[in-house]
Structures are given as structure tokens and as C-alpha cells.
Nanobody
Framework: QVQLVESGGGLVQAGGSLRLSCAASRNIFSINTMGWYRQAPGKQRELVAVITRVGITNYADSMKGRFTISRDYAKNTVYLQMNSLKPEDTAVYYC????????WGQGTQVTVSS
């Protein structure tokens, strides 16, 4: 099992940046895949970015070049650096982990004003 706690969300103007953090309750090297999903009001949850244990990353097309996923093994934390934010990036961002089954954090709100 793993518990995931997100932080770093908030309100930012369009064109700005935010860095989200996801702290895991166990050694993240033992986790197959970690990443971020988001859900906007009235929409389905969608992939933002994931990173595998061996470092392979995958981004949604609309995030490529703007968002970067990374991890810090010493802190058992995965990050999402978000640059050039747009109003359509407004959503609740969820941390995700695959460890035999899917695990989710509680979510952190990101609001981008125009």
C-alpha cells in the first residue's frame, strides 16, 4: 500500500508557473509507475504525465513542452513542473501510483485565471 499527498496547487495567472508535489508514504523506487492526472468540472479524469520506475515518461499531447514530471528518491516525492499555464489547465490534479493496484491522492486544485 501507499498513501499519496499532493501539495502546491493554487491560483495563478495565465502564462505563469506552478510546481506540484506528491509525497509518497513508501520508497518510490518500489512503485512501478507514478504520475499525475487531472479532472476539470464536468469532464472525465485525464492523463497529465507519468513516469515509470526505469524513468520512461509519457505526457498528454497538450502538456508536452510545458509540463515536466520528475522525482526525488531521497524525498519519496514526484513533482510536476507546470509552465506557460493556460485557463484550460484549470482542474483538480491528482497524484497516481501503480503498485499492484491504482492509488490516488486527494487532489490539489489548480486555477489559472485569464
Amino acid at each position: 500500500q501507499v498513501q499519496l499527498v499532493e501539495s502546491g496547487g493554487g491560483l495563478v495567472q495565465a502564462g505563469g508557473s506552478l510546481r506540484l508535489s506528491c509525497a509518497a508514504s513508501r520508497n518510490i523506487f518500489s512503485i512501478n509507475t507514478m504520475g499525475w492526472y487531472r479532472q476539470a468540472p464536468g469532464k472525465q479524469r485525464e492523463l497529465v504525465a507519468v513516469i515509470t520506475r526505469v524513468g520512461i515518461t509519457n505526457y498528454a499531447d497538450s502538456m508536452k513542452g510545458r509540463f515536466t514530471i520528475s522525482r526525488d528518491y531521497a524525498k519519496n516525492t514526484v513533482y510536476l513542473q507546470m509552465n506557460s499555464l493556460k485557463p484550460e489547465d484549470t482542474a483538480v490534479y491528482y497524484c497516481y501510483a501503480l503498485l499492484g493496484q491504482d492509488y490516488w491522492g486527494q487532489g490539489t486544485q489548480v486555477t489559472v485565471s485569464s
